[in-house]
Every structure is written in C-alpha cells, then in structure tokens.
C-alpha cells in the first residue's frame, strides 16, 4: 500500500498561513470600498405574528440613513439552500415566524446611524399563538407556522430495509430508549458579513460574502433579486469559519445587495454577535427513540428508529438533514433489518441548520448511547460488541453503499488500545470512567441530484502553476490540500503552485463546502485537471524523448521514464521547447468530478450508494467525574481515524482536535437556552464553548486504508470526527458513575441530581 | 463629541479625529486601515480584538480610543521586524496552529505578552493566561504546542 | 465634574461600564475616566495595614507577592475574574463597584423590546418576580467577598469629603442601585486591616468554564485559628455579596474539625435566597454555596500546613 508521494502525506502548513499569522488576510468586514455604506438589520421581538403595519418613515428622515428596505418592497420570491425546500424570504412578508426573524433592513453612512435607525421603525404586530415544542408543534391543533404544511411538519421520511418485523421476532433481546440532543451553535469566530457593488453601466452585480456556498448562493441571489446568474458575481473572502453555518443565503446578503442596486453605492452589512447566535443557524434539537433487537452475542439483527427534529421557524436544509441523520444509521454497524422515520417539525423558534455533521451526531448519540448499554446488559465488552456488528469494506450492504475500504474494526480497536481500554473499563474508582463510541462519514453526498466540481490547471512558461477551484476553503485548509494534489501529479514542489478559487466570475462549478466532499470531489477535479495539463506535456516530451508517453513521470520539477531519471529532461527545459514548439501557453488542463451515483437521483426516492467513499473512526474518551460539583472534566480522548490516506496529515490532525473540542462542547457545556421563544445566552459569555483551560489530552492514531475512489486514496476528515466525541463522553461517565445519562448536554446540575436519584434507590433497597 | 487625539502605533505617530465613544478597536480598523484586529464580539468575551499596550494584553473593543494616548500600542501588523516574521508567527505557520485565521492575530499578541512578561511560563500558566481568547477551529493544541515551542527557545539564541 | 452631573457614571478599567453601555442598559449622559487621576495605582503598607488604590489592576494584586502569600483569598479572587484581559486592564474598585447582573438585563437594547423595560433599566417590572419596582438582580464580583472577610474597609472620595467605612456598608443590598455612593463620591482607596493578615484565607470560584466567566457561586473563607474567629461570604447569590452569618455563629469561638466544617457547610445554602435571574438554577446554586464553602476552608487551611 505505500506509495512513494513527495507533496501529498506531508505536513504543509497552509498556502495562506502566513498572511492569516500577519494579520494580512483579508475577511469580509475587512474589505472597504469608497463611498461604503453600512447597513443593519430590524428583527422580530416577538415569536409568531402576522406584520399589520410597517412605519419607516422616522427611520428614513434620520440624517445619515439612505434607503430603508421591508418585505414589501422586495419581489415575493422565495429562497432555500434545498430547491424543494423554499419557504424564506428575504425579509419577513406578511408574518414574523420566531424572534429575530428578519423585518427590515436599514442602511446608512456608518453602522450606528443603521442601527439607530432601526429603534425608528415602528412595526405593528398581531400575536399569534406560539409552538416551542416540536412533540406540541406537530399535534392537531397546533398554531400552523407556514402556510398549508400540516402539523408543521415539513418534512417526513420513512424508509424499510429488509423485514423489520420478522427480525425482531428472532431477536434474544430488544431494547428500546428515548434520547433527547440539545440546540448548540456553530459560533465561528468571524461573524457572517456581506459586501456588494453594483454596476449599473454593465448591470453586474458583485458580492464579497462570508461563505461556504459561493455558487449556491450566486444561485438564490440571481433568483431573488431577478437578476441572470451571469451578472451575480459572488466572491469568497477569506472566511473565519462556518461549520455549516455559513451555508444558506441570509438577509445580509439580500439587503447588502438591495441596497447596492438601488443607491448605487457599495454596501456592507454584517452581523453582530447576538444576531449569529439568534438568526443564523444552529444544530437541530432531536427527540430520538430507538428500538434495536440484538442475538445473545451482541449481533444487532433489527433497528427502529424514529426522529423529531426541531427545525426551527424555517426549513434550510431539512429534507437533506433528516435524510442524512436516517440514512447514515447504516454505517458503521451492519443493520440488516431497518426502519426509520424521521420528521422536520418547525416551531417558533431559531432555526436549524447544517452543522458539522448535519443531522447525524444526534442520531449517532443515540445509537451509541444504546448500543453502549445493550453491551452493558446482555454482558458483551462495548468495544468488542462494536468490532462485532462492524461493517467491512467490499460485502454486499443492506441498503447497497459501495464501501470500498473501511478501517473501522481496526480503530476499535487501536482507540480501545491507546485509552487502556482493558485495564480501565470498569475497573476505575469511582468517578472515573472510559467509554468509546464509533462512527462514519460520508465523503460529500453523490446521490442528491448533480453536485460536481470543476478545476483549471495552468502551467505557465515559468514553471509556475495556476489551479481554479470553485473549492470554499473556511479554514479547513481546502485550497492547500487542492495545491498538494496538483503539485503531486506535475511532480513540483508546494511553492509552485498558486490557488485561486471561489470566485464565481473566475473559477469553475463547485457546490461547495458542506458534507465534507470538498477533497474528494474538488480534489479529485483538481487532480483530473492536473493530469490534462500533464498529459499534453509529456506528449510533447514523449516526442522528444522518442519515448512512450505512458512511460514518463513527473517528479522533482523533472520529466523522465519511469526507473531510469537521467533519462529526462528538466520540467524548466520541457516547457521552453514546448513554447518554442509554438504550442499554446500556458498549457491549461481541465478537469471535472462527480461522485459515481445513478441519475437522476435524491435521498428520498433512491436507494444505491450515496458517497463516493465513507470514513470511520472510533473515539475513546477518558472522564474525571467530581462527585460533589457534579463537574466532568474530559481528562483524554482518543481518535483512531480511517480517512483513508491524510492528503495533509498536519491538517487532518487540525480537524480532528478541533472537533473533539468541538464535541465535548456539545457533551458537557453547550446549550442555546430558549425561554419562550427567546435565546438567553446569545452572547460568547453566557453561551460558553471551551476555553484553553477545558482542553482534554488528545491523541490522534491514523488507520490507513488507501481508497480507490478518493484523490490519493484520500476520504473525509473532520465532519465525521464531531459524530462520536459526545457519547463516547456520556459513556465514559457511565463508567465513573454508574449512571446512563440519555440527553445532551450533561451539565453538573444533571449529574448531582442523578447521583442524589442513585443514593436514594440505593438506600431504599437497603 | 469629537477631538484631534496622537496615538502611537507600532511605532508610527497618528493624528487622529475621533468621538470619545470610540472603542480603539473602530479607530483601529476604521480610521487606520489595519484590519489585522479583529471583531469577534464586540464585548470583551473572545480576545479577537487583543492588541498590545505596553507590551500587556488589552480588549481593543472595551477600550476607548482616548484611553490609548500615550502608549504604546502595538497590533498584529506591528509584530514582524521589517520583512521577518516574529518566532511565534513561524511557529503558528509551521505547526499548523491556524485554521481559519480570524483568532491568529489575538492568540499571537495575547502569547507574546505572556512570554514578555514571564521568563518561561509552565504550560498551565500559557493555557491560563490565553484561555480569554476563543477559537472555535484549532481545538487549541497545536497553539499551546506552538507558544510552547517558541517559549523553550527563548534565551537559547545568543 | 461628578457633582454636576449625578447621573455620570465613573469608567476605570471599562471591562464592565463598556459592555453596559453597548447594551443600552446604562447609558450615562457623562462618563468620568478617572484613570486621568494618578496615584491610584499603589500596594502600601501602613503599620501591618494594606492600602490598595483604587485604580490597581487586578493583575498586580495577584502579583504581587506580598499578597499572594499573606492574602490568598484576596490573590485568588482577582486572578479568578474574567481572563487575563480582563485582570489586565480592570481594577481592583471595578471589579467591586461592578453593576448587578441579571439574565433579563445583561442583554441588548433589542432584545430587551421583548419585554417591557425592566425596573433596573428604568421602566417598572421586574422579570424576575414579575413585580414591580423591585429588582431582583445579583452581585457577582469576585474580590468583593474576599476582602469583606478580611474587615476591609474603602476610602469614599467627593466633594463633600472623605470617609471610611466597612466594605460592606458600600452595598445597599438594592438590586436597581446597588452601591451606597453619595453624591460626586468616588471608591479611592481598599484597606485590609493590619489584624486581616495574619489569618489564613481562601476563595473558590465555581463557574461554567475556567476562564471568562462570572462565578456561578464564589464562595470566600478567612479565619483565624489563635482567636478562633471566622469570617464567609459569598458571591453571585444575592443583591450584594453575602456575609455567612450563620455559619460564623456555629464556628465562632470551635476548632475547625472535619465535623464541625460539614455542618456548617449544610447552614451555606441558607445564607442567601439565589433566584432565577441567570441561566443557572437557584437550587444548584445554594447546594454549591455549600461545597465552595468547604473547599474555600479546606484550601485555606492547608495553606497553613
């Protein structure tokens, strides 16, 4: 399996690392353009009302203030990231839906006069009766949220794989339990932001936006604003994360283009923290119950799984997400016999979105939770009953993924190795605990209509090379694991390569950064036109040479037949002659990339493979329970981790430390509190997410598997790493205290009350 | 109500127009062009804004612009020598102890304060005094690793 | 400039007056920046007494050795508030004379239209209790219980003159004013008392994170085991910090053992009546008044060897 790669398997520190350690990366609010405008966003203060009345015209005499913008005067024109899920509007129209929905937009000559100006807006609301809860949301008789969607459930999907019923007849024991995961926020450090210039004399449109999803988003601009795509231009600054929450069109960058348009000036708009928290986007609170059956041994023969997700006031990616946290029970455990259901509810509330995982880490907090305590009743080790129900890579599927490679046993058991699993596990005092969880990821998803990507690949005269890539790099390090895959193919060092990417008026079709599909799908693009551009110089050289084409490498900035170097000739002199030769200059390779699925296709009709390749990984976690603050420290985690081979192991590495963090975020300190309606914590202070100080000892240990399908043998990394943190933590406190906590977060408060609830039963059956 | 304040800013003097409202943080960014401070919160609670003020650490954005006069005030753009990067910027870069980028600038100059301040701080002393600033990207290992890296080799080149 | 303008609000560090005033919940007419006024930055000591100006940040407090060894609870406190930020630019007297928090108050001026104004905002109602012109807001300031168990008294400062008095006579134990300032006074000068020193002191701190956060309880422990006196109080549970009454009654005049510390630990959670004003339940917070209470007297005594 070793392969003798010079770029791709090393530890490259980021193309832009530099400018980020300089200061000097440019950010969405760090752009300014003469005669910018500032603009700022009137939201709703109550959770359910119809819009009566809006009085702007105190907002508009405030000097400073130049346009001010509602629901009305903007076209009726819904927008959502997933087609068939359309059900926003730029601004509010005739209801507000959950407070802090978008009502008007104001902009003027700095970001205070805006904002004084929004106090000036007078809006006269008519309450209507609020749902908070999604159980309460979807009963009859709720008040409905949006129009004609009964029992505000937007969404619904049940599937069936094999015979369910009979199954569980066969099972020697069943166990069913409810879960419940909470409401946690993305909080990227950089706050979302868009700034837009408008040319009227060409009519183009351009928009600098803080975002994952340039071509989507150029999409629903062109849409809502009734402008042809080809004169929206959407360029992606440097973004300072997004974790998914970035990934949907949002009223700033509506209104910054609104307004653009129609004054005639560059406009800013860009959110205040309390809005990120409040009217972005969040992780989908879920009620789970499942019912699994299982043989004597711990074989897991039939699983029932049912969902209620908490969409929220409005739809984003809903069927998507609900599809996801459905179909990806399936890995990585074999389910021979499955059914699930899975419900979007809206409530009054803010809404969900993509999160890191999307849709999944709630479900794999069930099934982990569960499967931790089956193994626990029936008497099985959870790590070997985790070994035992493992998929492998090449059998046939029960609901037929192609999983070419899957290193998942094997980090069962290296994560059980590196935690000290057998001299630990149930053998620490009281108060300490280890506990492991498993999980797997989809690299992108293929089956979800046409997501391709696209790349350029420039060879210039100097040996420099250009790669256009519609690729969103937000930090994940896209652009440099996409410059070390072309660099690779032409047998150049990293400093050769320069990448532009993400500018819809520049770069090719990408869909985007989302699903973690970004490597493999605009890798694999990168590498396919990495080859083109190889391909018409090694002809050339070929020529030269009197050699076979097929024969020649590129490596070392050189070109020679493969086996004997010296036969060859500098990549410096190859490109000379063939300029010389009169050949076009630069030598410009294209290439394309869609994951192999059946067309047409979507998650809900089709059942088939639905990623290109699937990563794995376990999590084992050691915990320090203080049995009188009721505080967990997370003290270690391990992650043993099947991306198939690291393009950048440093990178890798990134993501999976920050998700563990990330994780054990959601386990331990994470919570939007809503009360009513309205977000408690929206600030970085009271919505506290760890701190240098909660940081656990983190130890990562690769399992290489080399997949055919991925650039380099490459699949995903770091979505699939922020499955398993959390119920590899709440099992591990199963460990130091004996007590199966079923909900996220598991705050001290929760675990003092259960200790108290566990001392009385104990007393009592003294 | 406005007035002509001097700030001195990595080095430079700055004649500037300002409101006595003005967070240093808005004069930075918006009077001065240098962006490499960052707005995470805008309430002292994620170190985004940090910039040096007399070599300590400071919130830019809980810190009025009229407070800053007569100091020396030193942001991310003032920390590189001419055209080499300062230690802790290499380490950041080589160690991979960036995503993102947007906390970079406040982990480097609230780490550089530390280091000024201790001779060789313990790694729980770096985690403590670095634990206001938030990143949500890094899952802070590789930034300790590399604070860490550049703390052992101080006093080590003559 | 105070005289004249009694609504003005003093800005020393701005760690606390800054975030206020972006929220709109304080919004001064005049903000007086009395760091202009020098020489409020100073550790003496004055025949076994310390005198602390007003002006120190926080970081120095802990610093400096002298208290670090002497004064741990005092040391403790200020190096547990905020981050090293905020000990960096904040005070000693703004980290005392910090206004009152409140889940319903400590948020943006749009996030308040929610609601009627509140009663510490200036309207009516509060949304505490759903009374109104009450205010059930808490004190949540670090040092405050530190030095109230050490007797410290504070130097007040105005155009009327000057005076003295115990730290704990600056608290009003008024959620809506919750300081005792006089017209134009300001907080010049902490004192801890030459018989503060000799005793043994700690501070816990129990919050959400370790770092940036208010404490969910703080809980502060001084004793002295020659006289067999004993001073608590505690943070974040009350209007103002809260003495321990109480449990000094049961300690007053026992040797600390193992016994008698449990039970007194069991008197914490009566010391004050926490109410549902922050995101953390009432309940968990009086059963950690009682667990901080003993740490703080384990931490100190230990201390002593």
């Known amino acids: 399996m070793e392969k003798e790669l010079n770029v791709v398997g090393t530890r490259v520190p980021m193309l832009d690392a530099a400018l980020k350690a300089k200061g000097a990366a440019l950010f969405t609010d760090d752009l300014v353009l003469p005669g910018m405008l500032h603009g700022r966003i009137l939201r709703s203060p109550v959770p359910h009302a119809r819009i009566r009345h809006i009085d702007t015209s105190r907002a508009e005499k405030l000097p400073g203030v130049k346009g001010v913008v509602t629901g009305r005067d903007i076209p009726d024109r819904r927008y959502g990231i997933v087609p068939k899920a359309k059900d926003e509007h730029a601004l509010a129209r005739d209801k507000v839906r959950y407070i802090g929905d978008d009502v008007a937009a104001v902009c003027a000559v700095d970001p205070e006069t805006a904002e004084e100006a929004l106090a000036l807006i007078t809006v006269e609301y008519e309450a209507l009766p609020a749902v908070f809860d999604p159980l309460e949301a979807k009963k009859e008789g709720a008040p409905l949220i949006h129009e004609g969607v009964k029992n505000n459930t937007s969404f619904f999907i049940r599937k069936e794989f094999g015979d369910v019923e009979r199954a569980f007849g066969e099972c020697d024991e069943i166990f069913e339990h409810s879960f419940y995961s909470q409401a946690v926020n993305h909080a990227p450090l950089e706050p979302h932001g868009a700034l837009a210039q408008f040319d009227p004399q060409n009519g183009e449109l351009t928009v600098w936006s803080s975002t994952q999803i340039p071509y989507f988003l150029r999409r629903n601009l062109s849409n809502t604003l009734q402008l042809d795509e080809s004169k929206v231009r959407i360029i992606k600054p440097k973004v300072g994360g997004g974790f998914g929450q970035k990934i949907d069109m949002f009223a700033k960058d509506f209104c910054a283009a609104w307004f653009a348009i129609h004054l005639g000036k560059p406009v800013k708009f860009i959110y205040e923290r309390e809005e990120i928290f409040i009217s972005t986007r969040q992780r989908h609170p879920m009620y789970i119950t499942v019912r699994t059956g299982v043989k004597k041994d711990g074989t897991i023969l039939a699983q029932k799984f049912q969902a209620f997700a908490d969409g929220g006031a409005y739809n984003s990616t809903a069927p998507t997400m609900i599809a996801l946290s459905c179909f990806f029970l399936m890995i990585p455990y074999r389910v021979p016999n499955l059914i699930y259901e899975g419900s979007h509810i809206y409530t009054n509330k803010p809404v969900g979105g993509a999160m890191r995982g999307h849709g999944i880490p709630q479900a794999r907090f069930a099934v982990e939770r569960q499967l931790d305590i089956i193994a626990d009743r029936i008497g099985v080790d959870p790590a070997e009953i985790r070994i035992k129900n493992s998929i492998q890579a090449g059998a046939p599927h029960p609901a037929g993924f192609v999983i070419n490679t899957c290193g998942f046993s094997d980090s069962v058991k290296k994560a059980a190795a590196a935690i000290g699993w057998k001299e630990k596990r149930g053998r620490l005092p009281l108060g300490r605990g280890v506990g492991l969880a498993g999980a797997s990821f989809p690299s992108g998803v293929s089956n979800m209509s046409h997501i391709s990507s696209g790349a350029v690949v420039q060879l210039g005269r100097d040996g420099a090379v250009n790669v256009l890539t519609g690729a969103a790099d937000i930090g994940q390090g896209a652009e440099t694991v996409i410059g070390q895959i072309v660099a690779e193919e032409l047998g150049v060092p990293i400093e050769d390569i320069r990448v532009t990417a993400a500018d819809t008026g520049i770069t090719p079709l990408d869909p985007g950064t989302f699903g973690s599909g970004v490597t493999v799908r605009a890798g694999n693009a990168a590498r396919l036109a990495a080859i083109s551009a190889k391909q018409k110089l090694l002809e050339f050289v070929a020529d030269k040479l009197e050699a076979n084409a097929a024969d020649l490498v590129a490596k070392d900035r050189k070109i020679f037949v493969k086996g004997s170097p010296d036969k060859g000739i500098t990549l410096a002199e190859a490109l000379k002659g063939y300029q010389y030769a009169d050949l076009p200059m630069p030598i410009v390779g294209r290439g394309s990339w869609m994951a192999p699925a059946s067309e047409p296709t979507t998650l809900f009709k089709e059942d088939g493979n639905f990623a290109p390749n699937y990563s794995f990984m376990t999590q084992a976690a050691e915990v320090d329970v203080d049995l009188e603050t009721g505080k967990v420290k997370l003290l270690k985690m391990v992650t043993a981790h099947d991306c198939g081979r690291p393009i950048n192991p440093m990178l890798v590495e990134g993501q999976l430390e920050g998700s563990v963090v990330g994780g054990m975020g959601q386990a331990l300190y994470e919570n939007v509190i809503v009360e009513n309606g309205q977000v408690m914590n929206p600030s970085f202070l009271d919505y506290g997410f760890p701190t240098f100080l909660e940081m656990p000892e983190i130890e990562a240990i690769e399992v290489l598997t080399d997949d055919p399908i991925g650039p380099f043998g490459a699949k995903e990394a770091g979505e699939g790493t922020q499955l398993s943190p959390a119920p590899a933590i709440v099992n591990a406190v199963y460990d130091a205290i004996g007590i199966d906590f079923m909900e996220l977060p598991i705050t001290p408060e929760k675990i003092l009350a259960a200790l108290a609830e566990k001392t009385k039963e104990n007393d009592k059956a003294q | ?158 | 400039m105070l005289q004249s303008n009694p609504a003005a609000k003093i800005l020393a560090g701005g760690t606390d007056l800054l975030v206020n005033m972006k929220h709109r919940v304080e919004v001064p007419p005049v903000v007086v920046n009395i760091k202009m006024v020098s020489d409020l930055d100073y550790i003496r000591h004055d025949n076994g007494a310390v005198r602390i100006g007003a002006l120190t940040p926080l970081k120095r407090i802990y610093q400096t050795p002298f208290i670090a060894e002497k004064l741990p609870a005092l040391a403790k406190a200020a190096s547990f508030v905020g981050s090293f930020h905020h000990q960096t630019m904040g005070t000693l007297a703004g980290n005392l004379c910090q206004q009152n928090r409140c889940k319903y108050y400590n948020q943006s001026q749009w996030w308040r239209s929610a609601r009627p104004t509140c009663f510490k905002a200036g309207g009516e109602i509060c949304h505490v209790v759903n009374k109104k012109e009450t205010c059930y807001s808490s004190y949540c300031g670090d040092s405050a219980p530190a030095l109230l168990v050490m007797n410290a008294r504070v130097v007040l400062q105005g155009a009327g003159g000057s005076r003295e008095i115990l730290l704990g006579e600056l608290y009003s134990g008024d959620g809506k004013a919750p300081l005792n300032f006089r017209k134009s006074e300001i907080l010049t000068e902490i004192i801890i008392p030459a018989e503060a020193v000799p005793g043994v002191s700690s501070y816990t701190k129990y919050a959400n994170r370790e770092s940036i956060d208010f404490p969910i309880v703080g809980a502060a422990f001084w004793g002295s085991t020659e006289k067999k006196a004993y001073r608590v109080a505690f943070t974040a549970v009350d209007k103002g910090p809260a003495r321990g009454h109480r449990i000094e009654a049961l300690l007053d005049g026992e040797d600390l053992s193992q016994d008698i510390v449990a039970e007194a630990s069991k008197l914490a959670s009566k010391e004050a009546a926490p109410v549902k004003n922050s995101i953390f339940s009432p309940g968990h917070k009086r059963k950690m008044m009682g667990i901080l209470f003993q740490s703080a007297v384990n931490e100190a005594t230990r201390r002593s060897g």
């Open chain 2, 1 to 158: 109500m406005k007035k002509v304040i001097e700030l001195n800013i990595n080095g430079d003097t700055h004649d500037l127009l300002v409101s006595s409202n003005h967070t240093l943080l808005e004069v930075l960014r918006e009077k001065l062009g240098l962006m490499g401070t960052k707005r995470g919160c805008d309430l002292g609670a994620c170190g985004a804004c940090t910039v040096l003020i007399n070599g300590e650490a400071y919130l830019s954005c809980i810190m009025l612009a009229v407070d800053a006069v007569g100091k020396e005030i030193i942001t991310i753009e003032g920390l590189a020598a001419g055209g080499d990067l300062h230690p802790l910027q290499n380490a950041f870069i080589d160690q991979g102890a960036l995503q993102c980028g947007f906390c970079t600038p406040g982990m480097i100059l609230t780490a550089e304060a530390i280091l000024t301040e201790d001779e060789h701080p313990t790694e729980d002393v770096i985690k403590t005094k670095m634990a206001g600033n938030l990143c949500r990207c890094t899952g802070y290992k590789k930034i300790v690793e590399a604070v860490m890296s550049v703390n052992e080799k101080i006093g080590e080149e003559a």
